[in-house]
């Protein structure tokens, strides 16, 4: 059944009715915030991270931390965001390496085994190069017989994971591209989560959103970590799997890099309220924390 639209005015009751506080702001004050700052759907939906009583309203929950919540949650997006597309450009740089030094890739075959083999992918790969707006006379010069390097330049993340998996087993399991492999599904969850501007710090721990089992080379960092309670939910899975990735493909001073501005997020998660008193908020924390130290091991 559909829901009847209602006016701002109307959605800041609801807010109230469910127990939110707007101790720091007028009413007109958050209608102008929700009408011209941020909007009343992702606002609202940071309320989730707070415990509700048994008149099921909300607790310690007002609208200034669901201001602050957002915030937050597009510098962690942002953070992550560029952490996946330096993951994805080390990854290209170490097949690029492989097949350079390969004495049997010439660069061009492995780009007719990937259009055999992943045609949809090798497909909408092309059509994006072909459509791109500033590098159409890479593809104008060379025409269709395209060398691996070129291809990669168009790939999204899916379709890197694709010619990871088919140069990993065309070689044995090539030794260097084993995490890639076994841990790129995960960070592209991420990746995609955070570049389509979703919001993230939610539901981390929602018994809905959980795997069956981690892949392959995660537990023992899990383990590590001391996260263990939460290997099975889905985005705890998703972001350590990303962190190992980083570390076991970027340079040094791209790790030093995520590590320093993972501090500096770390920091700016407290500026305003610590939510030692939020229990999923705290844990949300605290695991970033706990990934962010393990870049600096």
Same mark, same amino acid.
């Given at each position: 059944?559909?829901?009847?639209?209602?006016?701002?005015?109307?959605?800041?009751?609801?807010?109230?009715?469910?127990?939110? *506080?707007?101790? @720091?702001?007028?009413?007109?004050?958050?209608?102008?915030?929700?009408?011209?700052? @941020?909007?009343?759907?992702?606002?609202?939906?940071?309320?989730?991270?707070?415990?509700?009583? $048994?008149?099921? &309203?909300?607790?310690?929950?007002?609208?200034?931390?669901?201001?602050?919540?957002?915030?937050?949650?597009?510098?962690?997006?942002?953070? /992550?965001?560029?952490?996946? /597309?330096?993951?994805?450009?080390?990854?290209?740089?170490?097949?690029?390496?492989?097949? *350079?030094?390969?004495?049997?890739?010439?660069?061009?075959?492995?780009?007719?085994?990937?259009?055999?083999?992943?045609?949809?992918?090798?497909?909408?790969?092309?059509?994006?190069?072909?459509?791109?707006?500033?590098?159409?006379?890479?593809? $104008? $010069?060379?025409?269709?017989?395209?060398?691996? #390097?070129?291809?990669?330049?168009?790939?999204?993340?899916?379709?890197?994971?694709?010619?990871?998996?088919?140069?990993?087993?065309?070689?044995?399991?090539?030794?260097?591209?084993?995490?890639?492999?076994?841990?790129?599904?995960?960070?592209?969850?991420?990746?995609?989560?955070?570049?389509?501007?979703?919001?993230?710090?939610? %539901? #981390?721990?929602?018994?809905?959103?959980?795997?069956? @089992?981690?892949?392959?080379?995660?537990?023992? *960092?899990?383990?590590?970590? %001391?996260?263990?309670?939460?290997?099975?939910?889905? &985005?705890?899975?998703?972001?350590?799997?990303?962190?190992?990735? /980083?570390?076991?493909?970027?340079?040094?001073?791209?790790?030093?890099?995520?590590?320093?501005?993972?501090?500096?997020? =770390? &920091?700016?998660?407290?500026?305003?309220? *610590?939510?030692?008193?939020?229990?999923?908020?705290? $844990?949300?924390?605290?695991?970033?924390?706990?990934?962010?130290?393990? =870049?600096?091991?």
């Amino acid at each position: 059944m559909k829901k009847i639209k209602v006016s701002t005015s109307k959605l800041y009751d609801s807010m109230e009715k469910r127990g939110i *506080t707007f101790n @720091n702001h007028t009413k007109q004050q958050a209608i102008i915030i929700m009408e011209h700052t @941020n909007y009343y759907y992702k606002l609202s939906s940071f309320r989730k991270n707070f415990e509700k009583n $048994k008149a099921g &309203k909300y607790i310690n929950c007002d609208f200034e931390n669901l201001i602050d919540l957002a915030t937050i949650d597009m510098h962690v997006r942002n953070y /992550l965001l560029q952490m996946s /597309l330096s993951i994805e450009h080390f990854i290209k740089t170490e097949i690029s390496r492989l097949i *350079t030094v390969s004495k049997i890739e010439n660069g061009y075959d492995i780009v007719y085994e990937y259009e055999q083999r992943y045609t949809d992918y090798f497909d909408a790969t092309m059509d994006k190069f072909e459509m791109t707006r500033y590098q159409k006379d890479m593809l $104008k $010069k060379r025409g269709q017989d395209l060398p691996i #390097w070129v291809l990669m330049e168009h790939m999204d993340y899916s379709a890197l994971c694709k010619l990871v998996t088919l140069y990993y087993f065309k070689y044995n399991k090539v030794l260097s591209l084993e995490k890639a492999h076994n841990l790129m599904i995960s960070s592209r969850y991420i990746r995609n989560a955070c570049a389509h501007n979703s919001t993230f710090i939610l %539901e #981390w721990f929602n018994h809905s959103h959980m795997i069956k @089992n981690n892949p392959s080379g995660i537990k023992s *960092t899990i383990i590590d970590l %001391e996260l263990i309670q939460y290997r099975k939910y889905a &985005k705890v899975n998703d972001m350590v799997a990303t962190f190992i990735l /980083l570390k076991s493909y970027a340079s040094e001073g791209t790790i030093q890099h995520f590590y320093t501005s993972g501090k500096d997020l =770390l &920091k700016r998660w407290k500026n305003y309220h *610590t939510y030692e008193n939020i229990p999923k908020i705290k $844990k949300m924390y605290d695991i970033l924390e706990k990934l962010v130290d393990f =870049l600096e091991k």
